[in-house]
């Protein structure tokens, strides 16, 4: 089964039911995942499994849609579901540079970023979203007291106080 490299795009968050029902000898592909109408699939070629024989596949899917990497740990085995890890790294790369421009009495600087995704958001949408997530981040440096910041002999080494990003 090749369910992790599913790319959807959805707009809700949470957890969302979804099936894959085949029946064999059939090349199973993302295609054939029912969705709900709020999600859609980036790669519909993209391959799931192959059926040789002449048998009915039907699988339950919990789809969910949150960031980072999440690693699903069996609660059992007895309800007969199996967990799969999960990548939600929407971002695969980024470059920045930063070119000069304009004459000796003025100069300006202009900032390219080249961005990359998985497809289920454009580089136009991440911008805004990682930006989001740097301010977020950020915050606790900002909340910092001032007297806690231990300056070194060095003065251009600081020493933060442990902050906690749960």
């Not at 809700?12 to 090349?27: D, E, H, Q, V």
Request: proline share 6%; hydrophobic share 40%; aromatic share 10%.
């Amino acid at each position: 089964m090749n369910l992790k490299e599913i790319v959807l795009r959805i707009n809700l968050y949470g957890t969302r039911n979804a099936f894959i029902c085949a029946k064999g000898p059939k090349y199973v592909t993302a295609q054939d995942i029912i969705l709900p109408p709020f999600m859609e699939i980036v790669d519909n070629t993209q391959h799931i499994a192959s059926l040789t024989e002449p048998i009915d596949l039907c699988i339950g899917l919990q789809i969910e849609r949150n960031r980072g990497y999440g690693i699903k740990m069996p609660k059992n085995f007895h309800d007969k579901s199996y967990p799969i890890d999960v990548v939600f790294m929407l971002v695969r790369n980024a470059n920045h540079s930063i070119h000069c421009y304009g004459n000796d009495n003025e100069k300006h600087e202009i900032l390219f970023l080249e961005i990359w995704t998985n497809g289920s958001l454009t580089p136009k949408e991440a911008l805004p979203k990682a930006f989001w997530n740097l301010i977020d981040l950020s915050v606790p440096f900002l909340h910092a007291k001032e007297e806690n910041l231990h300056l070194e002999n060095n003065q251009n080494n600081v020493t933060l106080p442990f902050f906690s990003f749960s």
